[in-house]
């Protein structure tokens, strides 16, 4: 696979600068190591693309070269030299610009497992109705109720007495404790949510503290879906349920809120009982 430079680029604050680094972690790997794994050989594409494996077979075939392209016309892959004629790709496929992008790659193939890897240890008492993978060194602890597919990193400490659902990623060394609930959500490598918290349809960035009974809420009353903001205009994200994006390094203090679609910069905090009800820079 050769990645080249993003032709279109967003923000991907608080996670990075304008394009997705490729060590982005997502589905117990890097986003690049991703992106290898499913292309297809001799195949180029852009760094900030996601291509679903039904649309790199498309390209399968076409012996001159073609580009895959969305609905904008944007290329996202291509064989040959990249002016072969263009492919429509479907809605597995798309150009990962805004940081809740990660959430829906996570999705995909977090989705998609269809194999149990089990290289730590699952207490008796743990309750398991999906595909997991365990990493090695890590305890899934009494009273863990997992629904649905998820990764589990390596030297982790699940539980005891929590619930993990939808499709969810966990890095390496990461804690999630007593009465805590995580959905549909990507935790970075050595993250904390210890005790009596909820993180839903949400990114956390590596060495995250959530301070006990911090939420994160990923539900607008009128149903919609969320708006985040974006230098300074609010952007449409997609998203029906959408919590936060939480950079490295951020710590929260007990009985912290987030509104959805709000971002914690890199390395901020915020004081006990605290309500973010905007992006948090500093």
Same mark, same amino acid.
């Given at each position: ?153 390596? /030297?982790?400490?699940? &539980? ?7 499709? #969810? +990623? !966990?890095?390496? %060394?990461?804690?999630? =404790? ?64 959408? /919590?936060?994006?939480? &950079? ?7 009985? #912290? +809120? !987030?509104?959805? %679609?709000?971002?914690? =910069? ?17």
């Amino acid at each position: 696979m050769k990645r080249i430079d993003a032709e279109v680029v967003g923000d991907f604050w608080p996670l990075g600068g304008k394009v997705v680094s490729g060590g982005q972690f997502v589905a117990g790997k890097t986003l690049e190591q991703w992106q290898a794994k499913l292309c297809v050989e001799g195949a180029s594409m852009a760094e900030n693309a996601w291509v679903g494996s039904e649309d790199w077979g498309k390209l399968v075939g076409v012996s001159d070269g073609a580009v895959l392209v969305n609905e904008a016309g944007e290329r996202l892959a291509w064989t040959g030299d990249g002016s072969g004629p263009g492919i429509l790709v479907g809605a597995s496929s798309f150009l990962v610009l805004y940081p809740w992008d990660i959430i829906r790659v996570n999705e995909q193939i977090v989705g998609g497992l269809e194999e149990e890897v089990t290289l730590g240890e699952v207490s008796a008492a743990a309750h398991i109705e999906g595909v997991v993978h365990v990493g090695e060194g890590t305890r899934i602890l009494p009273g863990v109720f997992i629904e649905g597919n998820a990764v589990i990193g390596a /030297g982790c400490k699940i &539980g005891p007495n929590c619930y993990i659902r939808g499709n #969810t +990623a !966990i890095g390496d %060394g990461v804690h999630i =404790g007593q009465a805590v609930e995580v959905k549909n959500s990507v935790i970075g490598h050595g993250s904390s949510v210890g005790h009596l918290s909820y993180v839903g349809d949400s990114v956390l960035g590596d060495k995250v503290n959530f301070g006990a009974a911090t939420v994160t809420s990923n539900l607008r009353h009128d149903g919609c879906n969320h708006r985040s903001l974006v230098a300074g205009r609010l952007m449409e994200t997609g998203r029906r349920k959408f /919590g936060t994006i939480v &950079g490295d390094g951020v710590h929260t203090g007990i009985h #912290t +809120a !987030i509104y959805p %679609g709000r971002k914690l =910069g890199a390395g901020t905090s915020t004081r006990p009982n605290e309500s973010v009800e905007t992006d948090k820079l500093d």
